[in-house]
């Protein structure tokens, strides 16, 4: 009998790609989520696959799925648009969500990782961000929906390590992108790949000088995979150290789309971060690990996926 792993989150763009990766692994594989923001699309390609399965649960609701050995909890709405939509569903699976997926690796002796994430540092004051940094968050501001959640859930994750001795790790998980992320879901890659296919102008927000750093997919769950399978209890930072204004970021799509969009300026949101990079010592020194794959690189190997699912946008709109 393989291991058995649950993948909260399991079908949309990171879970689904860390549920083909725990595939690989050996796992068979379940895959939980309330299809809020998921897409069963992501996991097509796993149908006729007798080690995967996908349950319909909102892990906001207590649940049991049965015996597992390893609880990956990655459900939850993660780019901004998606949060602002859905603020308390966001805030209830990062704490109640949180708890029950503890709950079921507690009660099955299983071990358990937390997708975390970069914004837990807020609108950073030290840079790049060290996972000893303890952050810069508005905690009544329109993002804190997401940060304070996660927030809680690193609280939560560590008292299951500290009260029940469950084997947690965590992920902080900074901007990924690549094949299955949406393209209406308002993160910047995606917009800006849907825009330069369409021809229309790059929508800046702001001047354009905020700074992001973008770890393709592969790399992100590469890290992930590792670090759950390590004695690393405290946070650590998976992403890609290589950071781009946003204006530089707008380029490099022009740049590997060959379109002829301009770039239009819009207002900067409000607690849009100014800057974000993430120090990767501790994941290089614990796991070994180092993102391989440069933007310019992943951006061209995520160009079929945008301009099919362009392509389709703009046929299910006809
Ligand atoms: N952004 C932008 N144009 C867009 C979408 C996003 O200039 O069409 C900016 C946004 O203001 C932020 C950065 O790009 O500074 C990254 O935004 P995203 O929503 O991808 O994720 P975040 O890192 O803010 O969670």
């Known amino acids: 009998?393989?291991?058995?792993?649950?993948?909260?989150?399991?079908?949309?763009f990171v879970g689904s790609h860390l549920c083909d990766a725990l595939l690989g692994e050996g796992y068979s594989v379940i895959a939980a989520d309330n299809l809020l923001t998921g897409r069963l699309s992501n996991v097509e390609h796993l149908r006729n696959d007798s080690r995967f399965e996908f349950q319909e649960i909102d892990v906001s609701e207590p649940f049991d799925c049965g015996a597992v050995d390893y609880v990956f909890h990655f459900a939850s709405p993660a780019s901004p648009v998606d949060y602002s939509a859905h603020g308390i569903p966001t805030l209830k699976v990062g704490s109640l969500g949180t708890f029950h997926s503890l709950d079921v690796a507690r009660k099955y002796g299983a071990g358990f990782l937390l997708a975390s994430t970069s914004e837990c540092y807020g609108d950073p004051l030290e840079h790049p961000q060290k996972e000893t940094y303890w952050g810069h968050v508005n905690p009544i501001g329109p993002r804190s929906v997401y940060d304070e959640a996660k927030r809680f859930a690193e609280a939560a994750t560590m008292a299951y390590l500290r009260y029940h001795n469950v084997n947690t790790h965590i992920v902080r998980i900074f901007n990924t992108?690549?094949?299955?992320?949406?393209?209406?879901?308002?993160?910047?890659?995606?917009?800006?790949?849907?825009?330069?296919?369409?021809?229309?102008?790059?929508?800046?927000?702001?001047?354009?000088?905020q700074?992001?750093?973008?770890?393709?997919?592969?790399?992100?769950?590469?890290?992930?995979?590792?670090?759950?399978?390590?004695?690393?209890?405290?946070?650590?930072?998976?992403?890609?150290?290589?950071?781009?204004?946003?204006v530089e970021c707008a380029q490099?799509?022009?740049?590997?789309?060959?379109?002829?969009?301009?770039?239009?300026?819009?207002?900067l949101p409000q607690d849009d971060p100014k800057q974000r990079r993430p120090d990767?010592?501790?994941?290089?020194?614990?796991?070994?690990?180092?993102?391989?794959?440069?933007?310019?690189t992943g951006l061209r190997m995520s160009l079929e996926y945008f301009r099919q699912a362009v392509a389709a946008e703009a046929s299910s709109r006809a």
């Not at 009998?1 to 949309?12: E, H």
């Not at 890659?189 to 825009?195: D, S």
């Not at 209890?233 to 946003?246: A, D, K, L, R, S």
């Open 1 to 12: 009998m393989s291991n058995r792993a649950l993948v909260t989150g399991g079908v949309g």
């Open 177 to 209: 992108y690549g094949p299955r992320m949406q393209v209406n879901d308002g993160r910047v890659i995606p917009n800006f790949m849907r825009q330069a296919m369409l021809g229309e102008g790059l929508t800046i927000y702001g001047d354009g000088s």
């Open 211 to 246: 700074t992001r750093s973008f770890c393709y997919v592969s790399d992100e769950v590469d890290g992930i995979v590792r670090l759950s399978k390590s004695d690393e209890h405290e946070p650590v930072n998976i992403g890609n150290p290589n950071e781009f204004t946003i």
């Open 252 to 267: 490099r799509v022009l740049a590997v789309t060959g379109s002829k969009s301009r770039l239009r300026y819009e207002p």
């Open 280 to 296: 990767i010592s501790k994941a290089r020194r614990l796991l070994g690990w180092e993102p391989k794959i440069d933007l310019e």
